[in-house]
């Protein structure tokens, strides 16, 4: 009860949690966690948080070169400090270029929307009916 708060609505057809609220003691303590894996994270010689235009060509020169085999982009050390899942993460999200970045055209809207409102159903499994 000290450094959680759990929040509930309650109306006349239902009700709704909220989630959880986070108190100035629990802050203080995810802070330092947070704070303390940075440190063994740097220590190992990895690397958080945000990519760099170099980290992201050197990723793009290694898939280019190896394909996308990060296990081995990684024993390579193609990318220093990154992972071989921060790699397959970033290229799959970011650099792919078989992937559209642009806006959502009206053929796909037309896909996700009665998809989604049916059942709700997550968009991963929505993008399967995109491919």
């Not at 009700?15 to 629990?26: D, E, I, W």
């Not at 330092?32 to 990723?59: F, H, I, M, N």
Request: hydrophobic letters at 45%; a neutral charge; aromatic letters at 6%.
């Amino acid at each position: 009860d000290l450094c959680l708060a759990t929040v509930s609505v309650v109306d006349s057809s239902s009700s709704y949690n909220l989630g959880t609220l986070y108190t100035p003691v629990l802050l203080l303590l995810l802070l330092q966690v947070s704070s303390l894996y940075r440190r063994l994270v740097e220590a190992a010689g990895r690397k958080a948080g945000a990519w760099s235009p170099e980290e992201d060509k050197l990723l793009l020169d290694a898939v280019k070169t190896q394909g996308r085999k990060f296990g081995l982009i990684e024993q390579l050390g193609a990318v220093p400090g990154r992972t071989q899942r921060q790699m397959k993460d970033r290229y799959r999200a970011v650099l792919n270029p078989d992937m559209d970045h642009g806006p959502v055209t009206v053929e796909v809207n037309s896909l996700l929307v009665p998809e989604y409102s049916m059942v709700c159903v997550p968009f991963s499994l929505i993008s399967i009916l995109l491919v």
